[in-house]
């Protein structure tokens, strides 16, 4: 079908096909169509719903154009998110990344520059020290090495450009947010997903499941991650199918705090967050001193750092649990604390840091 059909379909709310998607795709990313169709195109979509078949095509359609990281490890795990939540707060799935990395989850995180948040995940993880710039060897060998690796998606996926622009000036959540997490250039197939409505839950796990997810947790709350401040709607894709719950901080033994004692400024504040969660504030012995601290200023820095703490735990007992290495998210919590008490999850961040390079 042409594009102008394409077009018509969707102005007629009409679903597409598997097909028409990924030929619609294909020649938007070909250059064989103008920005002004791109922008009805995916407006269009958006205002229409996009369906799993739909979904499931983009994805595949960015899956075969992408530059592969080639692996042979098993049950690699990312925790990308949708961002687009607006809820402000530091970088939480890429400290969960690190976190679970210390407990020997092989992590391929993918991610990108800010889009409409204050920082994303390359923008803090520069912030940190750590060259986002890999190329798929240098990728490839830190998997290997390290256990970790960060996927910059400009690099990967190149054909994103011809839509760049259009998606900048469109200032909307498009199907883009959606492919991101759904487009690993290592195809790990073990992943938690954060997505900005609970609508998209069941919606994003299908899709997954449809793309041979081994274990996905998708995930919503008052945010695009788990939380530790209102419950969380879950629902975990496998090949068995697919099982929807929802949790609360309480279940895993933690103390509900609130957003805004997570939310950062900006990519500085949100690497001092990280940091701080790594170095161990706002664990049990820090808990301890916060309630010696004088009524203030002090009690009230060492809640937040509590509440940081908290949150990553359970972000990257989702990531734990998906990998395999943990039985359940409860058991995923406790490794977590490990991995961050035992200073395993900075030695994690030491060595990206120190990573010189083999290309």
Known sequence: ?????????????????????????NAIMDGQVNPSQIAAFLALLAAKGETVE????????????????????????DTAGTGGDGSGTFNISTAAAIVAAGVGARVAKHGNKAASSKSGSADVLEELGVKISVDAKQAQAQLGEIGITFLFAPLYHPAMKAVAQVRRE????????????????????RQVVGVYEKALVEKIALALQKLGTQKALVVCSDMDEISASAPTVICEASGKGIEKNEIVPEDFGIQRSSLAQIRASGKQESAKIILGV??????????????????GQAEGQARMERAAR????????????????????????????????????????????GYNGHS
Request: proline share 2%.
């Open 278 to 295: 790594l170095e161990g504030k706002g664990g049990r012995k820090e808990g301890a001193n916060a309630e010696k601290a004088a009524v």
């Open 54 to 77: 739909e979904i499931v095509a983009f994805a595949n359609v960015m899956r075969g154009r992408a530059v592969r990281v080639e692996t042979s490890l098993e049950n690699l795990v």
């Open 170 to 189: 469109l200032g909307f959540k498009t199907v883009f947010n959606v492919l991101g997490p759904l487009t690993n250039p290592a195809g790990a197939k």
């Open 1 to 25: 079908m042409e594009f102008d059909g394409i077009l018509k379909k969707l102005i007629e709310a009409r679903d597409l096909s598997g097909h028409e998607a990924a030929d619609a795709l």
């Open 310 to 353: 908290d949150v990553v735990l359970l972000n990257a007992a989702g990531a734990i649990y998906a990998s395999g290495i943990a039985a359940s998210l409860k058991q995923g919590v406790e490794l977590a604390a490990k991995s961050i008490d035992e200073g395993k999850a900075m030695q994690k961040l030491e060595q990206l840091r």
